[in-house]
Nanobody
Framework: QVQLVESGGGLVQAGGSLRLSCAAS????????MGWYRRAPGKQRELVAV???????NYADSVKGRFTISRDNAKNTVYLQMNSLKPEDTAVYYC????????WGSGPWGQGTQVTVSS
């Protein structure tokens, strides 16, 4: 099994920045992609930014140009740099891992980290 632990959330003013981290441990060999999702109050969980199995990146339109996903393979860690934060970015952010041949959301999730952006 793969365990995911997120960190880095917090309270920030609009226009500010945060960097989230997601550290993977356990059966790392069983996954080939990691990414970030979020769930805002009263809304469904949505994709924010992910690495594909081929190493490219996908971003939600709402975060393009503001958020950047990156990774450190040596540390089995994925990051999400969030700049120019807006109140609508307020959500619990989750890390997700995907095994080959599976779809996003079917693999393990982290516990989530709260991001609150004040206006």
């Amino acid at each position: 099994q793969v365990q995911l632990v997120e960190s880095g959330g917090g309270l920030v003013q609009a226009g500010g920045s945060l960097r989230l981290s997601c550290a993977a441990s356990g059966s790392i060999f069983s996954i080939n992609a990691m990414g970030w999702y979020r769930r805002a109050p009263g809304k469904q969980r949505e994709l924010v930014a992910v690495f594909t199995s081929g190493g490219s990146t996908n971003y939600a339109d709402s975060v393009k140009g503001r958020f950047t996903i990156s990774r450190d393979n040596a540390k089995n860690t994925v990051y999400l740099q969030m700049n120019s934060l807006k109140p609508e970015d307020t959500a619990v952010y989750y890390c997700n891992a995907r095994a080959p041949g599976t779809i996003w959301g079917s693999g393990p999730w982290g516990q989530g980290t709260q991001v609150t952006v004040s206006s």
